[in-house]
């Protein structure tokens, strides 16, 4: 969830550096450049959130996937409430 908020905040604060610095830059706004700042924005945004999951990683610890139990348990529990 931590991920989520900083990658969306670390967007719109790329989104509105990367347009500053096209706009002292001179280049006109368009679709080219608009395709690019959404491009280079999300990139840092994902770059932002894959930092945050490998540093909750670092400080929790590895843990183990459980993934497939609690799968597992999910459809135990829906094929029991069928008749």
Known sequence: MLNLIIS????FIAA???NRYLDEQGIPK???????VLV???LMSWGAGWA???TQGKIEGP??????GDLSQILKAANQGQP
Not at 30 to 36: A, S
Not at 63 to 68: D, T, V
Request: glycine residues 8%; hydrophobic residues 60%; charged residues 10%.
């Open 8 to 11: 969306t905040i670390v967007f």
């Open 16 to 18: 509105w550096f990367l």
């Open 30 to 36: 368009g679709m080219t450049r608009g395709l690019t």
């Open 40 to 42: 280079l924005a999300s």
């Open 52 to 54: 945050v999951d490998w």
């Open 63 to 68: 843990q183990a996937a459980q993934a497939s």
